[in-house]
């Protein structure tokens, strides 16, 4: 891979209202805000050579993808490394109470059923790695607010939201670097 361009899914029946979905058996599709916001993107990636397109495996970076890249012959790789968070107790709850919880508890502890943020950057480094060897040229990974926030900053326990389906391109040696970050947090985690 040369260049990656991260671009977190359209508008969600779950995050419309500020609810949290990292199930992969829950249906949590796009709203019509959502469609459209995923049929923007494609409009503003419709100049660029895209050889493959990488989502997670939650429905709404699927039918994300689909509708950016409408029209386009563009092979797909579905990288469950990508996925959102696994909730555990909070899944379909309320995205502030489990942010929350999160802030009040180290980076290795979990959620009643859920997956901790240290395991959660450690999925995440390995799925960046999967698309960094990749051989295609430009890889467009459709994915969720947090991979895409560690992938442009550094590790933090309040991660910025990233907007919805907006562009964000990262060269091989960028994301790389940003792969080496997460991977030196793990090892001496700082919250």
Do not use: K
Request: charged share 30%; proline share 6%; hydrophobic share 40%.
């Amino acid at each position: 891979m040369e260049r990656a361009i991260l671009a977190r899914h359209g508008e969600s029946a779950f995050s419309a209202r500020g609810l949290v979905n990292g199930d992969v058996s829950v249906s949590c599709p796009l709203t019509e805000r959502g469609e459209e916001e995923a049929r923007a993107l494609g409009r503003a990636l419709a100049g660029q050579r895209i050889d493959l397109c990488v989502t997670s495996e939650l429905e709404r970076t699927r039918q994300t993808a689909e509708l950016a890249l409408a029209g386009r012959d563009v092979p797909r790789l579905v990288l469950p490394e990508l996925d959102d968070p696994r909730y555990g107790e909070f899944e379909g709850g309320a995205l502030d109470d489990y942010r929350e919880w999160a802030w009040s508890h180290g980076s290795a502890d979990a959620p009643p059923g859920g997956e901790s943020r240290r395991a959660l950057v450690e999925r995440y480094a390995r799925g960046y790695r999967i698309v960094l060897e990749r051989p295609e040229e430009t890889v467009l990974v459709v994915g969720h607010s947090l991979p895409i926030a560690y992938a442009l900053g550094e590790p933090a326990p309040r991660m910025r939201m990233v907007e919805y389906a907006s562009a964000h391109e990262l060269s091989a040696a960028e994301l790389r670097a940003a792969v080496e970050r997460l991977e030196t947090w793990l090892e001496a985690p700082t919250w």
